[in-house]
Nanobody, 115 residues
Framework: QVQLVESGGGWVQAGGSLRLSCAASETVFRFNSMAWYRQAPGKQRELVAGITSGGSTNYADAVKGRFTISRDNAKNTVYLQMNGLKPEDTAVYYC?????????WGQGTQVTVSS
């Protein structure tokens, strides 16, 4: 059973930075893609950023230029560097891994940005 464990969330003032980590129980290179999603109270879960096994990345328009997704195959870890945080970035952030038609999720980590 694949396990994904997120860390790095917390409280930060607007304009600040956080780096989220997602540690996988097996090599991240195995997955077709990995991604970060977020869900704010009362809203649907949305894609924030994704990275394929080939290293291609994509970002939601709301975070382009501020967030960066990366992957460390040796550490089996995917990161989300978040700069220029805004109050509207406040949400629970979830790590996701896709292996063909199977999706795995972490438990989530809370990010709170105060104005």
């Amino acid at each position: 059973q694949v396990q994904l464990v997120e860390s790095g969330g917390g409280w930060v003032q607007a304009g600040g930075s956080l780096r989220l980590s997602c540690a996988a129980s097996e090599t991240v290179f195995r997955f077709n893609s990995m991604a970060w999603y977020r869900q704010a109270p009362g809203k649907q879960r949305e894609l924030v950023a994704g990275i394929t096994s080939g290293g291609s990345t994509n970002y939601a328009d709301a975070v382009k230029g501020r967030f960066t997704i990366s992957r460390d195959n040796a550490k089996n870890t995917v990161y989300l560097q978040m700069n220029g945080l805004k109050p509207e970035d406040t949400a629970v952030y979830y790590c996701n891994a896709r292996l063909y038609a199977i999706f795995y999720w972490g438990q989530g980590t809370q990010v709170t940005v105060s104005s």
